[in-house]
């Protein structure tokens, strides 16, 4: 069974910064690309950021410059910078990833559990 436990979410004040992390665990052969989304209260969950194996980065237009995404594939990980952090912000924030699985061999899309982030004074 694959599964993503992610951690760092809280309360900050507007302007302050957290970092979030995402750790696969379970029998996977690789994982491509990996990603954070985020669902706030009455939307949709929306794409902040995702990253290749090889570290290619992509980013929603309304984090560029502010948050940053990596990954550490030896420990199967993926982290959020999230810097000058703004009200609405506020949201709960999920991992994912693109997982290859044995047996049989193939794709599986793996979701974290979420971790809420408040943004407020």
């Known amino acids: 069974q694959v599964q993503l436990v992610e951690s760092g979410g809280g309360l900050v004040q507007p302007g302050g910064s957290l970092r979030l992390s995402c750790a696969a665990s379970?029998?996977?052969?690789?994982?491509?690309?990996m990603g954070w989304y985020r669902q706030a209260p009455g939307k949709e969950r929306e794409l902040v950021a995702t990253?290749?194996?090889?570290?290619?980065?992509n980013y929603a237009d309304s984090v560029k410059g502010r948050f940053t995404i990596s990954r550490d594939n030896a420990k199967r990980s993926v982290y959020l910078q999230m810097n000058s952090l703004k009200p609405e912000d506020t949201a709960v924030y999920y991992c994912?990833?693109?997982?290859?699985?044995?047996?049989?061999?193939?794709?599986?899309?793996?979701w974290g559990q979420g971790t809420l982030v408040t943004v407020s004074s």
């Open positions: 994912n990833a693109d997982a290859q699985i044995p047996y049989p061999v193939r794709n599986l899309e793996v």
């Open positions: 379970g029998t996977i052969f690789s994982i491509n690309v």
């Open positions: 990253i290749s194996s090889g570290g290619y980065t």
